[in-house]
């Protein structure tokens, strides 16, 4: 096992840690947004907005740092995805700019609010369909010939992506109620514990359907988890589910305030840790590799150092940032304010 064949994996695990960073940081934000429909008073939306305006803009820096990842170490893959996924990507980049815009304008304006609402909320909603329409492209496959995308500008488009696309709003929803029910309180919290317990259940569901289309649709997948002596020990993953989503929704009945965001992130996590098992070593499924996909080692190698220096950097004051803005938001207060 020499370094030159080590090194693709350990890319593999970085850009996947910053992207699984990336989901959850800038999950709950977006699904604050994805909520502002539930939420009527202006007060309210004040402190759903304030309760991730300190951390917002700086939950991006993972998605930056997993896409420059990938261009470095798998310059085939970004070289494939990036024609294959042009549209939705292209719609999640819009909305991420108009989402950040009505950020900072909402609280400057009073005649206009309405306008920003919906449109922080619009965005919040289109960038997160978008990432799961990716999602759901990438698990699909991608044409390549002769190591370029040879496919169409539409081939994302299937009902699949689409059912993807969904899933993860639904997901995002649920990270950001239980986000908001660590940092509200009374009846706003009620309002987010009430709300919570139709995602997570739509959610159990739409992951449900998602991890059974994936391996019918795909005979690679389906020899990956039901066949021996696999099915025994990945067997695992599907009682963690089910274990995980009981307790979310115990969680939520029983006002489990801080306890329902940690395993709401553990049930992405294990999403994220599902996908894993199905594709690996591909990178761009259904054939390409990480090896074949791999810059050269030296440019790995040189890539890494940065990354080793950046990573804990990043984690140093994503850590403190939420140290700093603990606690609850209350009517009145913020970081606006």
């Avoid at 609850?328 to 304010?337: L, S």
């Amino acid at each position: 096992m020499s370094f030159e064949f080590d090194l693709p994996v350990i890319w593999l695990f970085l850009i996947g840690f910053a992207i699984a960073m990336y989901v959850v940081m800038d999950g709950f934000s977006l699904g604050v947004g994805i909520l502002f429909p539930f939420v009527k008073p202006d007060d309210h939306r004040d402190v759903m907005m304030n309760s991730v305006a300190p951390v917002w803009d700086g939950n991006q820096t993972w998605m930056i740092l997993g896409g420059a990842g990938l261009y470095g170490a798998f310059p085939l893959a970004y070289a494939v995805y990036l024609p294959a996924m042009y549209l939705p990507l292209i719609l999640m980049v819009l909305a991420l700019i108009f989402r950040g815009i009505a950020f900072e304008f909402r609280f400057k304006s009073t005649r206009s609010r309405p306008f920003f609402d919906a449109v922080f909320s619009g965005g919040s909603m289109i960038a997160t369909f978008s990432q799961g329409v990716v999602l759901g492209g990438i698990i699909q496959g991608v044409n390549v010939v002769d190591r370029q995308y040879s496919g169409g500008a539409f081939d994302w488009l299937s009902p699949f992506s689409m059912f993807t696309g969904l899933a993860l709003v639904l997901g995002y929803g649920l990270l950001g109620a239980s986000w908001l029910i660590v940092k509200t309180e009374g009846g706003l919290q009620r309002r987010f514990y009430y709300l919570a317990r139709p995602f997570a259940i739509l959610l159990a569901v739409a992951m449900a359907v998602v991890s059974i289309w994936t391996p019918l649709a795909n005979s690679r997948i389906f020899d990956i988890w039901f066949t021996m002596p696999n099915m025994l020990w990945l067997a695992v993953m599907p009682i963690l589910f089910l274990l995980l989503v009981y307790s979310i929704i115990k969680g939520i009945i029983e006002r489990h305030e801080r306890l329902i965001f940690v395993k709401s992130i553990a049930l992405f996590v294990l999403g994220l840790v599902g996908l894993v098992i199905s594709f690996f070593p591909l990178i761009i499924p259904p054939s390409i590799t990480v090896w074949e996909a791999a810059s050269s080692s030296k440019s790995q190698s040189f890539l890494i150092v940065g990354y080793c220096v950046l990573i804990p950097v990043i984690m140093a004051y994503t850590f403190y940032s939420y140290r700093v803005f603990r606690g609850k938001v209350r009517i009145g207060e913020g970081y606006h304010h």
